[in-house]
Nanobody, 124 residues
Framework: QVQLVESGGGLVQAGGSLRLSCAAS????????MGWFRQAPGKEREFVAT????????YYTDSVKGRFTIARDNAKSTVYLQMNSLKPEDTAVYYC?????????????????WGQGTQVTVSS
């Protein structure tokens, strides 16, 4: 079992920045590929970014490429999502997720563990 707790959400003006954090506890953090997802009101949850076990491999959905950066600190069992140049359409509840992985690969689906989410609101 892995427990995930997100933090860092809030209200920001368009063009601003936020950094989300997700602290993990339970089994060794380095066993897991990590991802960030988001769900806007009335929409399905969508993939945002993922990072491999070591942190060497990352992947982003097209709409956030060049603006968001995913990173992890295995010593602190924490994954981050740095969000710059925020737009109103980035408004959503952001969730971090973990998936056990044998290899150092990126994962975009079938995550096993989820956090409770943190609200990000971008005003125009």
């Amino acid at each position: 079992q892995v427990q995930l707790v997100e933090s860092g959400g809030g209200l920001v003006q368009a063009g601003g920045s936020l950094r989300l954090s997700c602290a993990a506890s339970g089994r060794p953090f380095s066993w897991y590929a990590m991802g960030w997802f988001r769900q806007a009101p009335g929409k399905e949850r969508e993939f945002v970014a993922t990072i491999s076990r070591s942190g060497l491999n990352t992947y982003y959905t097209d709409s956030v490429k060049g603006r968001f950066t995913i990173a992890r600190d295995n010593a602190k069992s924490t994954v981050y999502l740095q969000m710059n140049s925020l737009k109103p359409e980035d408004t959503a509840v952001y969730y971090c997720a973990a998936k056990s992985a044998i290899w150092d690969v990126i994962v975009t689906a079938e995550y096993e563990y989820w956090g409770q989410g943190t609200q990000v609101t971008v005003s125009s």
